[in-house]
């Protein structure tokens, strides 16, 4: 157990739908990053927040935002879903945000999304 | 930007012996550092080993250790006394600069026969 929890675990949608994926990371860990992973594009890094603040953002969609609340805990808002959005979607947290010391990011279990 | 390269698909191994995954990488960054994650059917991320760049000497945890070539961009992970447990997808990843993303290869999957 990482100690980084997601919720939903798995999620069944039709295209066209919204869906809000949540994220916990370790405690103690202030940054949080969002990863997309799927058959054909393997593991991609779509954003991450760090203390609040968008930090960086990678191939996220304009259908695709995120927010990290004041409790640290995150969300990823999926919307206009389409069939190829399908995919393992994981949250990672680490201690620190700069490549130094801590910056070890412990990925939590994912959540499948299937849009039907 | 970083690319990470795992050019073997899938391997196999038979408990108890050793396998090593190979792994390249390319950063025009001075400070990187590289991991190496395990995915089991479980399809949960599991961090195995981490190397920093500017260190020279290879990291070990227990059974796994890299081969960290600086020069030629080369991150190998050796798993030794393989048990049927590390059966999983093996990912290389990079780390570099302000934003901290990682970027992974493609994966290898493993396979440890009994």
């Known amino acids: 157990d990482s100690g980084v929890t997601q919720t939903p675990k798995h999620l069944i949608t039709a295209t066209g739908q919204r869906v809000t994926l949540r994220c916990s990371p370790r405690?103690?860990?202030?940054?949080v990053y969002w990863y997309q992973q799927s058959l054909d594009q393997g593991l991609q890094f779509l954003i991450q927040?760090?203390?609040?603040?968008?930090?960086a953002k990678g191939n996220i969609l304009e259908r695709f935002s995120a927010q990290q609340f004041p409790d640290l805990h995150s969300e990823l808002n999926l919307s206009s879903l389409e069939l190829g959005d399908s995919a393992l979607y994981f949250c990672?947290?680490?201690?620190?945000?700069?490549?130094?010391?801590?910056?070890?990011?412990?990925f939590g279990p994912g959540t499948r999304l299937t849009v039907l | 930007a970083q690319t990470v390269t795992q050019s073997q698909p899938e391997m196999s191994v038979q408990e108890a012996e050793t396998v090593t995954l190979s792994c390249t990488y390319d950063t025009s960054e001075n400070n990187y550092y590289l991991f190496w994650y395990k995915q089991p059917p479980s399809r949960q991320m599991i961090l195995v080993i981490r190397q920093e760049a500017y260190k020279q000497q290879n990291a070990t945890e227990n059974r796994f250790s890299v081969n960290f070539q600086k020069a030629a961009k080369s991150f190998s992970l050796k798993i030794s006394d393989s048990q049927l447990g590390d059966t999983a997808m093996y990912f290389c990843a990079c780390l570099t600069g302000a934003n901290s993303k990682l970027t992974f290869g493609k994966g290898i999957t493993l396979s440890v026969r009994p």
């Open positions: 405690s103690g860990d202030l940054s």
């Open positions: 990672a947290s680490s201690l620190k945000s700069l490549p130094s010391g801590g910056n070890e990011q412990f």
């Open positions: 927040y760090y203390n609040g603040e968008e930090r």
